[in-house]
């Protein structure tokens, strides 16, 4: 079986064991089967636990092995010294896969690796498919699927999340749900004994309802498959490679048991593979979202339009210390731009259409650059300024991004003001149009989606190269 197949019994189960299932809401393995009952999974559920006859009001077994009918997936949270004994009952028993939360592995030192290559090898022996130990599991907001522990689900939407940190996971989560942001699938991989990165990656870039992959990452065991997964996947990867230094990495390896490595191999392993580098959940979030929800930008040249001249000025310095460009407009569009500004200020790029900018000055200026043959993505800001209109600068973005998607070119939104408008500002974040706080971040997903667009542009290459003409 290829890898798709193999974890699809684990990300659509039919049916799933929580072995540790327990009576006490303290308990993890009571929170798991919490979690799924509550999303509504509508498959089979049998909790596993030998102390007691029923949990939740479901009737318990105290093996897997008492279990009449088929496993998809096991789901352990028992100590970490049962687990050989649990995965090999499960192996027994022909159950498709396993997910291990217990912690108490290769993160702990030697006794620990031993035990994770104890369950490792009984899992491969079998055939059965292993994620963990030590991961949170995973949560499908697609499918209403809550695999994992700690309460409270992702909205849904098409950014699939694969963290080898759980505690974090549960961060950015949150925070994506804070930002509006939608997520497809989150799984959190752990200390990956058996599934790997490079397995994930092959499965969600099979995945309709996944557009974008983000990581976080704190180390690659297998490199050459993770490479091979990434190249393989037509879809854009952003990944945060964390460890970076000695003393992120020592702490990395006391996490989840992960070797760091060199940062500049990692650096170069990505660029030749195309997968965007994030340095925090931040920006994590601010590349995927760009990708997810706008398009590749056909070349660097950025047009610029602000209601404030200090915003606009920002957003060309980062651009171009960034390698973007910020071109002269062509004279047909300075023309074109001039019946629309007060004469205070003048027709050229970054543009700024005045603190009294409304509606329809920030609209058909931002049709006109968008015209231009010169200019591949633009960036619209609003600075506060006192007397600005944020709603009918909101508006005006809105409309742009939903009547100019013909002309292919990525438009990204730049607020520059406190929480008293924040409120509208999420108008944007509702409608997935990319908004920033500050011109780095603006300019840097500006960045990101130029990046798509010469890695769309490579892959085509390639694929006419390797296509025989007719
Ligand atoms: N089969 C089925 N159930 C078993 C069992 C077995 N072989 N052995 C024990 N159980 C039951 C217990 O009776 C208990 O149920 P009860 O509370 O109703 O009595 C339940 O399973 C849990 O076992 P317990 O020994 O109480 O363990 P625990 O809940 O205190 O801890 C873990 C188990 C897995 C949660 C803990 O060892 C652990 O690893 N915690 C950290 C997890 C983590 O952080 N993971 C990484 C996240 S990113």
Redesign the pocket.
Known sequence: MGTVEDLRPIFSPKSIAV??????PM????EILQNILVQGYEGKVFP?????PQ?MGLKTQ??VLAVKEDIDLAI?????E?VP??VSECARKKVKGVIV????FAETGERGKQLEDEITEIAKKAGMRLI?????GYKDPIDSLDAA?VFGMPMAGEIALISQ???L?IGMINYANGEHIGLSRVI?V?NKADVDDGDVIDYLARDPETKVIAMYIEGIKDGRKFLDSAKRCAKPIVAIKAGRTPAGSAAASTHTGALSGSDVVYDSAFKQVHIQRAYDVIELFDYARALAYQPPAQGNRVGIISNGGGAGIMTADWCESIGLRVPSLTKKTADALKPHLPPITSARNPLDVTGDARFHRYYATGAIMLSDPNIDSLVMTCVHAGIARPREYVGAVIKLVEEKRNLRKPIVACWVGGPETDEVVQDLRVKNIPVYASASRAAKAVKCLTEEGRRLELVGKKKQKETPAA
């Open positions: 072995i540790g299932a327990s009576r006490s308990k993890i393995g009571y596993i636990n030998p102390e007691t949990i105290p093996s352990i949270a028992v100590p970490a049962f004994k649990v939360i217990s912690s108490g963990g130990p030590n991961t949170l522990f940190s759980g505690a996971c959190s752990g």
